[in-house]
């Protein structure tokens, strides 16, 4: 019973954590850090909640998502249009691409 509190406890700080990060005065940076030089480079940054890049399979862009959208960016940070944007209305920060590039997998809210 206490572990079921300590859950339910768990679960409304993420939730109070993800609803301080949606606030309007927050801004957001898409950085793309070399594992091998250590070098950050930002390649986008805006004064809105964006999270949960994802690479494409080709490698050529990267996914996030913004207000239930999935957005594309280019890797020098041009955005390339939503994803699906009749389809995709309401992805939380969970999305991924299958290897083979042939499924799109979201989670999304209903609310």
Known sequence: ???LAFLSSFFFLLTLKSFAQTQENITS????LNVITVEEKTILS????FEAPNWSREGG???INSRGFL????LNG???GRLFPDLVTRANNDHGISFDGKTLLII????
């Open 108 to 111: 999304k809210s209903e609310s």
């Open 61 to 63: 862009f990267l996914l």
């Open 78 to 80: 041009n955005k390339l």
């Open 46 to 49: 805006e004064s809105r909640h």
């Open 1 to 3: 019973m206490k572990f």
């Open 71 to 74: 957005e594309k960016v280019d």
């Open 29 to 32: 940076e898409l950085v793309i």
